[in-house]
């Protein structure tokens, strides 16, 4: 058995082992140092797609985004910074931190200034998009970042580094966060950094691990005590970076968790026969759950019945308000005035206009109840004369 396993090890190393495939060393740390300092045209570049990036942004057009991504000269510095804490050289460090905090500020800056001078302010799906970091966005910025250091120290790179730069998405962060300082919307702006910043710090350590992985030899300038330390204060950096990242995620399941729960009582429960449920919206704030159906009326027991169920998917705690006969033509077509609006701001609009309507169907019961009771105020006013 264990000839077996030694036999597999083996295999496994022979197609896993990256050091057959490795550059000269030498040749790999100039090219990355080379590609960390900001200068004349490559700091144009830099600006240039910033440009590119935010028109991508301001109008919503990924394949834009994706131009200024492939353009963008950000991801050098932020190699050069894992490359240094793996091999130890302090002098790599300082260079790369300095040259990626300028590209960062002039980035944000470039950004800020465009939306300044756009007379375009709304809030697009692709900003709203870099505005929410999860785990996942730790995940991409690891494995891209190991990707992008792999291709540039081994032989063979064919399109990783395009598809690098793609996948890790520098670019559309920054410019999100100029958006934030251009219009004064702080949420974005801190959520668009700390975006940026799980980006960098991911590239960073998979870029460290890398050099590990390809034995990358270490500096002699930095003795072993301060090169330890230097590695502890940035896996310090990196657990602390992954906190508020698994806040967001455990709320991005719940929120999915919680829409398939809906999902599952509307399928479930009011698959009836003649009648249709063209739309369903649960406002989280007032903890309801608004349902409107369109075909035969759905008597109010029916309703309550089903009302009753909504603990079995975990919803006791909604209310349920089915909307349908006379106020379904009119809220059907408020949804599709709606739904062509796709910011944050027309998703508390549909809520407002919702209760709204609510309201105005209640208001009706209570005219159509006083205007019952007049033909009995009539007759007693008869009687008396």
Known sequence: MRAWLDILRQELRKYFNPLPDKEDEAQTIENITSGVRFRGAQLWTLVFAIFIASLGLNVNSTAVIIGA???SPLMGPIIGMGLAVGIGDWSLLKTSGKNFLVATVISILTAT?????????????????????TLYDVLIAFFGGAAGF??????????????????TALMPPLCTAGFGLATGRWMYFLGAIYLFYINTVFITL???????????????????????KVQHYFITLVVITLIPAAIGTVSLVRQSIFRNNVSSFVHDEWNISGTQIVSHDADIDTRTLRLVAVGLEIPEDSIEVRRQRMGDYHLGNYRLQVIQGTQTDSLIMLGA??????????????????????????????????????????????NRH
Do not use: C, W
């Not at 792999?150 to 996948?167: D, Q, S, Y």
């Not at 050099?211 to 330890?228: C, G, I, P, V």
């Open 206 to 228: 998979s870029t460290f691990l890398s050099t590990k992985l390809l034995r990358f030899h270490r500096h002699q300038h930095l003795t072993q005590e301060r090169a330890r």
């Open 337 to 382: 005035r709606l739904d062509q609006m796709s910011s944050d701001k027309n998703h508390a609009l549909r809520n407002q206009e919702l209760r709204i309507m609510e309201l105005e169907s209640q208001l009706r019961e209570l005219m159509d109840e006083i205007d019952s009771l007049r033909p009995k105020e009539a007759k007693e006013e008869g």
């Open 113 to 133: 200034v465009y939306f300044l001078i756009s007379p375009f302010n709304e809030v697009q799906s692709e900003l709203l998009a870099r505005t929410s970091p």
């Open 69 to 71: 991504m492939l353009i």
């Open 150 to 167: 792999m291709a540039t120290a081994t032989r063979g790179k064919g399109n990783v580094i395009p598809g690098v730069a793609i996948a």
